[in-house]
């Protein structure tokens, strides 16, 4: 193996099994032997380029960046967890291990489940297609795309714990409102004032307790857009610290369905042609204007 082990050192990216073959002047099951060695002795790592399997070898000081123990694995199961951990909390289907790995179904799908007994990954079913899986490494986390987040209990919409929390957000942004109104008499310092963030937002849901789960602030964001798009809620933009744009939300007042020309004071004012700045009729001191900018 100390032969292979140079071969390795020239190629710091490593090298394919093709190259192998060329450079190392032994037979073709006594390279595999080999390299199962050092696959074992936990010597070697692995990497896939599509479906070329590359093998590298390891610094000394280091135990291959893996979160998982690869040591008594055999070759394909070593191939497989590299595979299904580059996948990340997304996880991969049996078609794509089955393409990176060149491995045949069966003989895959007997390695799938070897690392399963031995905890070193896991199945999961997505929300949008429970008939099939995907795969990814037994202590990470699914991503919410899989699972459906908050708002799903296995494969089942939670209908009634959303409205109940769109309610109660709706709630707190009324309250919001009301109280700025109530405390500041200038219309601009109110508006400001009945604004809130998404994590103000998050923050009161974590207080009410109605939520088994701590909610994602991408999750928060979804009810708030809910409750725009319905026709409850205002979104504005401000801007933060270092120029950082940032979403605020605030409750408004319902008023009939009109043109937005006509929700404007000045769009059914009799006297628009007389009013200017500073005029006897004018916006500054216009009581219907202050009203309008309380919306």
């Known amino acids: 193996s100390s032969g292979i082990n140079a071969e390795y050192g020239e190629y710091p990216e490593g090298c394919t099994d093709s190259l192998l ?6 037979s073709p099951s006594k390279l595999v032997a080999v390299i199962n060695k050092l696959l074992t002795s936990d010597k070697v790592d692995l990497k896939t380029q ?5 093998y590298q070898l390891k610094a000394e000081s280091t135990s291959a960046g893996s979160t998982v123990s690869t040591k008594g694995m055999n070759q394909e199961e070593k191939i497989v967890l590299k595979i299904i951990e580059e996948s990340g909390n997304k996880g ?13 179904l069966t003989q895959l799908n007997k390695v799938l489940k070897v690392l399963e007994s031995k905890k070193a990954i896991k199945s999961v079913r997505p929300v949008n297609d429970s008939k099939k899986k995907v795969y990814m490494l037994y202590d990470s986390k699914p991503d919410s795309s899989l699972t459906g987040g908050a708002w799903y209990n296995q494969s089942d919409f939670e209908t009634e714990f959303v409205d109940i929390l769109g309610r109660q957000v709706l709630t707190f942004l009324q ?9 500041h008499s200038d219309p601009m310092a109110a508006q ?4 809130v963030d998404i994590k103000q937002v998050k923050n009161f849901i974590s207080q009410l307790g109605i939520s088994k789960v ?5 999750e928060v964001k979804q009810i708030l857009e809910s409750l ?3 026709g409850f809620v205002c979104r504005t933009y401000m801007l933060g610290e270092g120029g950082k744009r940032i979403t605020f939300y605030r409750a408004i007042k319902h008023q009939p369905l009109t043109s937005g020309l006509s929700r404007v004071p000045c769009g059914v004012c009799p006297l628009l042609s007389q009013c ?9 001191s216009c009581v219907y204007m202050k009203e309008w900018l309380m919306f």
């Open 21 to 26: 073959k060329q450079k190392m002047k032994m």
């Open 50 to 54: 599509g479906s070329i399997i590359i």
């Open 92 to 104: 991969i289907w049996v078609k794509d291990i089955r393409f990176k790995s060149n491995l045949q």
């Open 175 to 183: 309250r919001q409102r009301a109280h700025a109104e109530v405390t």
């Open 192 to 195: 400001r004032n009945m604004m």
């Open 214 to 218: 701590e909610l994602e602030e991408e």
């Open 228 to 230: 725009v798009f319905d």
């Open 276 to 284: 200017t700045p500073g005029g006897q009729v004018s916006p500054n």
